[in-house]
């Protein structure tokens, strides 16, 4: 079997769990990888599960001119495919990447299998309503993997680097990066969402969750599209189709009564608990616990039993 | 200017839906459409481009010839004119065919600026977007939550999980709209009178063979049956003794 070209995201010169995940994801298909990243001198030891590393010199700001090189590197290296995690940054460069190889892409993958010498995607289709599997017959397989789904292999990386440039003429290109005000975890990334509705009453009782989502350390906090569309919060929080599909290990919704298209959103997390007024509440039919009860009476006690947890840890 | 919204026409989000006998696509029976939620915001952004820079929007669809009540709804809300690329098979098709359908298209009116929503709520690939711009050469900036553009470039703001990045960009471009960038007008009487007068295009689709075949399509799977644990904060202690001992989440 061919090589399998993934891009690996840095953070402070080491590669991004999301990143570590879609690598695991192509190992697991058998084939041997190349991870490839911007920046020189970055730790390819680190990247897990790759039998090579490529790192690429020059100006990165350029998602086109990014994109052109990721391209080059799987011609050059004859891979059978290109893989990112279904990041903000691998979402942006995939589909460019697929495009300079008039392949066919698979976004936010949930299952990427081998048969013979063919990959497979295994994807959600309208946010999970459906879940369709798929293959390309193009000669190249170009996918993005969902964040929290697969798990990093656990060879370690290659100490040995080679070296390539981005050397398009950039059309577009990154001239200042804001970093979030808190640095809160982004809904797709975070181990634990805890999310709330409009149970909660009131915007500022959205402090409760948060109270909720520092004690657990790991977690951040995710809404309703009722709530954001009310103006409570910001729709980067939103879990539903016409926000993030999510698939934490566990998820709280509070107060949430469960519209389809939030199921849609969240049915594919490990546990989910729900805490409704409403013991009819939809919610309930997906949720693996429940509490019937207000979650204004509810949450500073959960919030306390799991400080206790975390201190005795 | 020269500017183009590319809508899609999906599925309402509230839409239940079943997979058809042979377990390879979706039951049609039932269903009903909308303009996707995104692109609604691509809409609104044309229009706003218009208003600030003069020009013509133009509507450009990919999908079903029966597909025109929503495309009316786009003239009704700003739109000048519309272009359906005719697809009898619009359910079916992959982002690269789709992608390569729009470029040809894109190219044709000599696009100064497409917009198109960030995702369609259908497939979920937030692939066509970057894909048509990299078939034309073009830039293209994704998630966009505010934008300036000049005669021939522009700057716009991006949402990443991490934060916000600033992006400049030279024009012809695609921009891909996220929530945030406006608020979408509501059509009035006077628009959709106007509407059933502009004119509306229709074309053959200019299609190569999809790359992505479907082996099945399947309802997700039905979680187990959960329990409701109790009632009020008598309940926590049961709740965390199950996440820990049953569930091990902690």
Known sequence: ?313 | MNIVACVKRVPTTEAVVKVADGGTSLDESGLSYMISFYDELALEEAVRTKEAHGGEVTVLTLGPSEGTKEIRECLAKGGDRAELLADSNWLSRDCRASAKALAAKLSDLGADVAFMGRVATDRDNAAVGPMVATYLGWACVTDVVSLELAEDKGTARRETETGIETIEFSLPAIITCNKGLNEPRYSNLKGIMAAKKKPLEESPAELVDNQANVIALTPPSPRPEGRILGTGPDAVPVLIEALRNEAKVL
């Not at chain 1, 990386?157 to 982004?186: F, M, N, W, Y």
């Not at chain 1, 009722?226 to 539903?240: I, K, S, Y």
């Open chain 1, 1 to 313: 079997m061919k090589p399998i070209l993934v891009f690996v995201e840095l953070t402070a010169g080491a590669p991004r769990r999301a990143s570590l995940e879609a690598l695991g994801a192509a190992r697991a298909t058998g084939a041997e990888t190349i991870a490839i990243f911007a920046g020189e001198g970055s730790n390819s030891t680190s990247c897990n599960g790759a039998q090579k590393a490529i790192a690429l010199s020059g100006d990165d700001s350029s998602s086109d001119a990014l994109a052109s090189a990721l391209a080059e590197a799987v011609k050059s290296n004859d891979c059978s495919g290109f893989m990112a995690a279904a990041s903000s940054a691998g979402r942006d460069l995939a589909p460019r990447v697929a495009a300079h190889l008039d392949a066919v892409l698979f976004s936010d993958c949930i299952g990427i299998t081998a048969a013979d010498d063919q990959l497979n995607a295994r994807r959600p289709w309208l946010a999970g309503k459906v879940i369709a599997d798929l293959a390309s017959n193009a000669s190249v397989f170009c996918a993005t993997t969902r964040l929290n789904v697969f798990t990093s292999s656990e060879e370690t990386g290659p100490d040995v680097c080679e070296t390539a440039a981005i050397s398009a003429e950039p059309k577009a290109r990154v001239v200042s990066v804001e970093a979030k005000a808190s640095a809160q975890l982004d809904v797709q990334e975070a181990p634990v969402v805890i999310s709330g509705g409009r149970g909660m009453g009131e915007p500022e009782q959205f402090s409760l969750l948060e109270g909720l989502a520092a004690a657990f350390g790991n977690a951040t906090v995710g809404a309703s599209r009722a709530v954001v569309d009310a103006g409570w919060r910001p729709h980067a929080e939103q879990v539903g189709q016409t926000g993030k599909t999510v698939s934490p290990q566990l998820y709280f919704a509070v107060g949430i009564s469960g519209a389809i298209q939030h199921l849609a959103g969240m049915r594919t997390s490990g546990v989910i608990v729900a805490i409704n007024k409403d013991a009819e509440a939809p919610i309930f039919k997906v949720a693996d616990y429940g509490i019937v009860g207000d979650a204004l009476e509810i949450l500073p006690v959960l919030t306390e039993a799991i400080q206790e947890i975390k201190a005795e840890a």
